[in-house]
Nanobody, 120 residues
């Protein structure tokens, strides 16, 4: 199983970045996909979620209206379009895949993360 994030970098306030997460080794279309972030000294935050079919999305209040999560099940890839970036968006961003098991448990896979720095 692999989740490989890309697209992070340094951007000025007000700018945009598009993160990608390429998945392999599992049935991508059966998993909900999420983006988390964690800044130094802060708790990890769930930023955005998209269901396995792509039919439903949810966002943290802190990014609502600025970030858009999407997925392409044919390419086994999930995206996070980030517009109107603010310095407080600076963090390591991680993509995760999860699904419930028939026994009531949960399987979760994590990527290695990509750094986003918003600074002038």
């Amino acid at each position: 199983v692999q989740l490989v994030e890309s697209g992070g970098g340094l951007v000025q306030p007000g700018g945009s970045l598009r993160l990608s997460c390429a998945a392999s080794g599992f049935t991508f279309s059966s998993y909900n996909m999420n983006w988390y972030r964690q800044a130094p000294g802060k708790e990890r935050e769930l930023v955005a979620t998209i269901t396995s079919s792509g039919g439903s999305t949810n966002y943290a209040d802190s990014v609502k209206g600025r970030f858009t999560i999407s997925r392409d099940n044919a390419k086994n890839t999930v995206y996070l379009q980030m517009d109107g970036l603010k310095p407080e968006d600076t963090a390591a961003y991680y993509c995760t895949a999860d699904r419930r098991t028939y026994g009531g448990g949960k399987i979760t896979y994590w990527g290695q993360g990509t750094q986003v720095t918003v600074s002038s």
